[in-house]
């Protein structure tokens, strides 16, 4: 949850709350923070379909993937090292904004912000513990994918798995981010083909970005799955941790930041 | 407009001129037009009219949850929506809020940790939930799923998060809307005790105009504005009627034909 704390205090609280904004409050309780994680967690815990899915399905398609690309295993090596990273991203992003949808029209998140909750609590315990079922779900598939599909691997595993929670904060806060303009859960699900799918044609999955059509290309530039595929693809050719690499875990990350600040200000303590 | 407290201490509520403008763009709707009311303390005070006429929209002033909000509106002694109110002020709206996907206890458990954070307070926290199980009857379906329940007891749950911490000042949007007539009379029962034995503050809607003889004081609305306020007994003496409902109408009657005079068209 540490990194979530910088991003939110600054934009929230002024603009909300126009005849209260004097009031200093500490932008993090950890005591609310972690109460709201074991509160997410304990709903997920009555839906034991949902936890299958979401650790099943990625773990599925990777072996799937793996018989697809039989007869060439490079193949399969590029094309799921970045699965690893989609994957989380993904999944965290329709449970986030379903999740959040949920709070918004169930009425508790109005109930939330009338008690002494801060909104950087409620996003850090959402994002604490989606950020917990997504390292499940990485550590499952990606040790599938090293030790029983042989997705060849140069660099160390866990910076796989430190790019796949990025990617998975980087989910929560677009699914964070959008279910403030869903109305329903209908719409909240076709924000994924419309923030997803254009990221998934231009992050280098189907074509290297380099031989894409200038104007995609430079698009591609500015969309953060491109440097979360990128990332992934660095652990897979390099043994230590190159430029590129800190590059893009770093721009991975500030965008995650970025995207909850903005979400966080999705959050009206006053209803107009 | 009369009060009839003149001694009583500083009132829960204090509004002058409290108006709300709702809706974007370029059409927003005035919801409530400059009104005046104070809610005395310990007391229960009926705010009442038809649907529609701005009462969950007051309310949500009063709680601090509704934007546009401008003239004079103190709670406890703070403008209203001020930080340091948050924890004093219970608030239940029309439709439960509250986890379907949680057991009761897992519910209470929750928001008793936003009010109450910390590992030292679990004690607190734990007597605190009970007691709110108990103030609603809720105690034998504590281990079910909200989501599970019949309409009437979880919009008891959601009551019984708003008994959370003892607050001095309860806002309950229509808590009785649906209920059969003994759980009525028993939410009745519980509100008379808060006032009571606690001390609190309640500010309770309803459309149900027999639910108003129940009140201390009333508050009666229509389309934006405050047409009375005043004691049940006063209100009957005053208008000459025999039940709050009538006299209601009567206040409507006199209001329209006022509105008539002063704009014929």
Same mark, same amino acid.
Request: with cysteine; aromatic share 4%.
């Given at each position: 949850?540490?990194?979530?704390?910088?991003?939110?205090?600054?934009?929230?609280?002024?603009?909300?709350?126009?005849?209260?904004?004097? %009031?200093?409050?500490?932008?993090?309780?950890?005591? *609310?923070?972690?109460?709201?994680?074991?509160?997410?967690?304990?709903?997920?815990?009555?839906?034991?379909?949902?936890?299958?899915? =979401?650790?099943?399905?990625?773990?599925?398609?990777?072996?799937?993937? *793996? !018989?697809?690309?039989?007869?060439?295993?490079?193949?399969?090596?590029?094309?799921?090292?970045?699965?690893?990273?989609?994957?989380?991203?993904?999944?965290?992003?329709?449970?986030?904004?379903? /999740?959040?949808?949920?709070?918004? $029209?169930?009425?508790?998140?109005?109930?939330?912000?009338?008690?002494?909750?801060?909104?950087? #609590?409620?996003?850090?315990?959402?994002?604490?513990?989606?950020?917990? =079922?997504?390292?499940?779900?990485?550590?499952?598939? +990606?040790?599938?994918?090293?030790?029983?599909?042989?997705?060849? @691997?140069?660099?160390?595993?866990?910076?796989?798995?430190?790019?796949?929670?990025?990617?998975?904060?980087?989910?929560?806060?677009?699914?964070?981010?959008?279910?403030?303009?869903?109305?329903?859960?209908?719409?909240?699900?076709?924000?994924?083909?419309?923030?997803?799918?254009?990221?998934?044609?231009?992050?280098?999955?189907?074509?290297?970005?380099?031989?894409?059509?200038?104007?995609?290309?430079?698009?591609?530039?500015?969309?953060?799955?491109? !440097?979360?595929? &990128?990332? =992934?693809?660095?652990?897979?050719?390099?043994?230590?941790?190159?430029?590129?690499? @800190?590059?893009? @875990?770093?721009?991975?990350?500030?965008?995650?930041?970025?995207?909850?600040?903005?979400?966080?200000?999705?959050?009206?303590? *006053?209803?107009? | 407009?009369?009060?009839?407290?003149?001694?009583?201490?500083?009132?829960?509520?204090?509004?002058?001129?409290?108006?709300?403008?709702?809706? $974007?763009?370029?059409?927003? *709707?005035?919801?409530?037009?400059?009104?005046?009311? #104070?809610?005395?303390?310990?007391?229960?005070?009926?705010?009442?009219?038809?649907?529609?006429?701005?009462? +969950?929209?007051?309310?949500?002033?009063?709680?601090?949850?509704?934007?546009?909000?401008?003239?004079?509106?103190?709670?406890?002694?703070?403008? %209203?929506?001020?930080?340091?109110?948050?924890?004093?002020?219970?608030?239940?709206?029309?439709?439960?809020?509250?986890?379907?996907?949680?057991?009761?206890?897992?519910?209470?458990?929750?928001?008793?940790?936003?009010?109450?954070?910390?590992?030292?307070?679990?004690?607190?926290?734990?007597?605190?939930? /009970?007691?709110?199980?108990?103030?609603?009857?809720?105690?034998?379906?504590?281990?079910?799923?909200?989501?599970?329940?019949?309409?009437?007891?979880?919009?008891?749950?959601?009551? %019984?998060?708003?008994?959370?911490?003892?607050?001095?000042?309860?806002?309950?949007?229509?808590?009785?809307?649906?209920?059969?007539?003994?759980?009525?009379?028993?939410?009745?029962?519980?509100?008379?005790?808060?006032?009571?034995?606690?001390?609190?503050?309640?500010?309770?809607?309803?459309?149900?105009? &027999?639910?108003?003889?129940?009140?201390?004081?009333?508050?009666?609305?229509?389309?934006?504005?405050?047409?009375?306020?005043?004691?049940?007994?006063?209100?009957?003496?005053?208008?000459?009627?025999? +039940?709050?409902?009538?006299?209601?109408?009567?206040?409507?009657?006199?209001?329209?034909?006022?509105? %008539?005079?002063?704009?014929?068209?």
């Amino acid at each position: 949850m540490s990194p979530t704390t910088p991003a939110t205090p600054a934009t929230p609280t002024t603009p909300t709350a126009p005849r209260t904004g004097r %009031a200093p409050r500490p932008a993090l309780s950890p005591a *609310r923070t972690t109460a709201t994680a074991a509160r997410v967690l304990r709903q997920l815990t009555h839906d034991p379909r949902s936890i299958a899915l =979401m650790l099943l399905v990625p773990v599925l398609m990777l072996t799937l993937l *793996r !018989y697809v690309f039989d007869g060439s295993p490079r193949t399969f090596d590029s094309v799921g090292a970045s699965l690893l990273g989609i994957f989380p991203l993904i999944t965290m992003f329709l449970i986030t904004s379903i /999740a959040t949808l949920r709070e918004r $029209t169930g009425g508790t998140l109005e109930r939330l912000l009338a008690m002494p909750l801060g909104k950087a #609590d409620l996003i850090a315990g959402y994002a604490l513990a989606f950020g917990t =079922m997504a390292a499940l779900q990485s550590v499952l598939a +990606t040790g599938l994918a090293l030790w029983l599909l042989g997705l060849d @691997v140069v660099g160390s595993p866990w910076l796989l798995l430190l790019v796949a929670l990025l990617d998975a904060l980087l989910g929560t806060a677009l699914g964070l981010f959008v279910s403030a303009f869903a109305a329903s859960e209908f719409q909240a699900v076709q924000f994924m083909p419309a923030v997803i799918f254009p990221q998934l044609l231009l992050c280098g999955l189907f074509a290297p970005r380099a031989t894409m059509q200038p104007v995609l290309e430079g698009l591609s530039n500015v969309l953060p799955m491109s !440097y979360a595929v &990128d990332g =992934m693809s660095q652990v897979l050719t390099h043994t230590d941790m190159t430029a590129d690499f @800190v590059r893009d @875990v770093v721009v991975v990350a500030g965008c995650a930041l970025l995207v909850l600040a903005l979400g966080a200000a999705t959050l009206r303590r *006053r209803t107009p | 407009m009369m009060n009839n407290q003149a001694a009583a201490p500083a009132p829960a509520v204090h509004a002058r001129g409290l108006t709300v403008r709702r809706g $974007t763009g370029r059409a927003p *709707r005035t919801v409530l037009q400059g009104v005046d009311f #104070d809610v005395p303390r310990g007391r229960i005070t009926g705010l009442l009219g038809p649907s529609g006429c701005g009462k +969950t929209t007051l309310m949500r002033a009063v709680v601090g949850t509704q934007a546009h909000v401008t003239g004079t509106l103190d709670v406890l002694g703070r403008p %209203a929506g001020h930080p340091a109110l948050r924890s004093r002020i219970g608030y239940v709206t029309q439709a439960p809020s509250v986890y379907d996907d949680l057991t009761v206890r897992q519910n209470l458990d929750y928001f008793a940790a936003v009010l109450d954070p910390g590992r030292a307070a679990a004690d607190r926290r734990r007597a605190d939930v /009970a007691r709110a199980l108990a103030d609603v009857d809720l105690t034998g379906h504590a281990d079910a799923l909200a989501g599970r329940l019949s309409g009437g007891q979880r919009s008891r749950v959601s009551l %019984a998060v708003a008994l959370l911490g003892t607050p001095e000042l309860l806002v309950l949007d229509e808590p009785t809307v649906g209920l059969d007539p003994v759980l009525r009379r028993d939410l009745w029962n519980l509100f008379h005790t808060l006032a009571a034995e606690r001390g609190a503050t309640l500010l309770v809607s309803s459309h149900v105009m &027999d639910e108003a003889e129940r009140c201390h004081d009333l508050l009666l609305m229509r389309e934006g504005r405050i047409l009375a306020q005043d004691t049940p007994d006063a209100l009957r003496a005053r208008t000459a009627s025999a +039940t709050v409902e009538e006299g209601f109408l009567r206040l409507v009657d006199e209001a329209t034909a006022r509105a %008539a005079q002063e704009d014929p068209r």
